[in-house]
């Protein structure tokens, strides 16, 4: 997948007068965050895809399959190793991804009035 940009940064490449995304961290680093979509989210959290599919195909995948985040977020670890393109330091990753959510959620549930 590639995004549309106008600025130039590390990360892109010219096509045409027209510079793009190579990924969606750069996407993220030129438009911030909450422009990304879940998949495109995950895939930064993926990395590397693997031969024939991207990190953004295996993540989109991964949404695909559980719907959301909170349908990821209720799986056991082991589940995640059944899907071709993760392996224990990818799913590593995200679990601690999850946990840093799930941390500030109680926090912020914990402060609150």
Do not use: C
């Not at 096509?15 to 793009?20: I, Q, R, W």
């Not at 750069?26 to 991207?54: M, N």
Request: glycine share 10%; net charge positive; no cysteine.
């Amino acid at each position: 997948m590639k995004y549309k940009t106008t600025k130039k940064l590390k990360g892109l490449i010219r096509d045409s007068k027209v510079p793009y995304w190579t990924h969606p961290g750069g996407k993220l680093r030129e438009v911030g965050p909450e422009s990304l979509t879940d998949a495109e989210l995950l895939s930064i959290l993926i990395s590397t895809g693997i031969k024939g599919k991207s990190a953004e195909e295996i993540a989109e995948g991964i949404i695909s399959k559980y719907g959301s985040f909170k349908g990821m977020a209720n799986q056991p670890l082991e589940k995640f190793l059944n899907i071709k393109g993760l392996g224990d330091v990818k799913i590593i990753r995200i679990a601690a991804a999850f946990e840093i959510a799930r941390r500030i959620v109680n926090d912020v549930l914990k402060n609150s009035p």
